[in-house]
């Protein structure tokens, strides 16, 4: 079973049962804020000792243990230390003296979000139409593109718009003008524009990424999700990527401490260290396939007036006819198996079976 928000999260059975105890078979979109909620609850249940507000100033490892070292003086220790900390990770800063700094990639985002009274209170028709349908709807234009889905068993609509960036550099945030938002999509969609009248703010979002680490792991540290492979939100699985890494890590981890036999005699850092090689080696591919994946979604999204963009319509125009895709489709979007690959694979049966090939090997 899968839960999905924007980023289509894949979240664990038991998470997953409590989405469906709240929001029905019927939606599978949850807002990230409340998934979050799911997870603390999840986590606070299981036991976690959970210590809110720590600033990471530095990271050691010493033989039997790695040191994180916060900015308050607070020192924690453990056999394992996984960076989970996002595009500016401090993790990453601290352990990898060769990393990579996000750069601007000239596209900035707006949000808004709208309860579904709210868009039912403009009283508008071709809105309703969009609220009925229940579903994800993309506007695509040059250099830009807008998406709008709902949220929370349709009780909320997500509302982003994408479209070059005019925020000054080295700046992630600031408060943008109502009117330039409005005139940026001017003469588009009337259902879209009419619903953009009703934001009242005008927050953007500078959308920043960086390469790729050529290496997660180093020793007993080990990054996940944005730290070390960002993504950009084109094709919705950055979050979703995150989430599989840790599921990955959870089942590797696990499954070596079901195992006493394999860290007797000493041997546990070693083979904890051999874990975390294991898990980068089986999430390397899929994420760099995700990467570039949404990066083939943005040239989708944003191609210029011109033979591209008729082509794209064209195929886009027979689906929506036939119910299918050409067969041969260079876009993510129209590639039936890329799809059921990124959405349909089972990353528990994998991530088990490799880790018994590896137990293997390592008792040969």
């Known amino acids: 079973m899968r839960a999905y928000n924007s980023g289509r999260i ?9 989405i469906v105890d709240l929001y029905g078979t019927e939606w599978m979109v949850i807002h990230r804020a409340r998934y979050h909620a799911l997870l603390l609850d999840e986590a606070t249940r299981l036991g976690v000792d959970i210590h809110p507000g720590c600033e990471v100033q530095d990271v050691e490892v010493r033989p039997d243990s790695t040191v994180v070292r916060l900015h308050d003086g607070r020192t924690f220790a453990g056999h394992v230390v996984i960076g989970a900390d996002g595009l500016w990770s401090q993790m990453r800063r601290s352990a990898w003296q060769d990393h990579t700094e996000p750069s601007e990639t000239g596209d900035l985002a707006y949000r808004g979000t709208f309860s579904a009274d709210q868009l039912k209170d403009m009283r508008d028709e071709g809105v309703d139409e969009l609220l009925e349908a229940s579903d994800v709807q993309v506007w695509m234009g040059p250099g830009k593109h807008v998406v709008f889905y709902p949220l929370n068993g349709g009780t909320q609509y997500n509302l982003v718009l994408l479209r070059p960036d005019n925020l000054p550099p080295n700046t992630r945030t600031g408060v943008g003008s109502l009117d330039e938002m409005r005139q940026t999509f001017e003469g588009w969609d009337p259902r879209l524009t009419r619903m953009i009248a009703q934001l009242d703010t005008a927050l953007k979002w500078k959308l920043c990424h960086c390469e790729e680490l050529e290496t997660w792991v180093k020793g007993s540290i080990a990054l996940l999700g944005d730290a070390c492979h960002p993504t950009l939100p084109y094709q919705a699985q ?9 599921l990955v890590l959870g089942v590797l981890l696990g499954r070596l401490q079901q195992s006493p036999e394999l860290t007797q005699d000493g041997t546990k850092q070693q083979a904890l260290n051999q874990v975390l090689a294991l898990y980068e080696r089986l999430r390397k591919a899929r994420t760099t396939i995700n990467v570039q994946g949404a ?33 041969g489709c260079r876009w993510n979007w129209g ?14 049966v994998d991530a088990g079976g490799q880790f018994d090939r590896w137990r293997e090997g390592r008792e040969a």
Do not use: T
């Open 10 to 18: 894949l979240a664990r059975k038991d998470v997953c049962r409590r």
């Open 238 to 246: 950055g979050a979703a990527m995150a989430v599989e890494d840790g």
């Open 295 to 327: 990066l083939n979604m943005r040239d989708f999204f944003h191609l210029g007036d011109g033979e591209e963009q008729v082509w794209r319509d064209g195929i886009m125009r027979e689906y929506n006819e036939s119910g299918a895709w050409p067969e």
């Open 335 to 348: 590639d039936v198996g890329y799809e059921r690959s990124l959405l349909g694979f089972d990353l528990v």
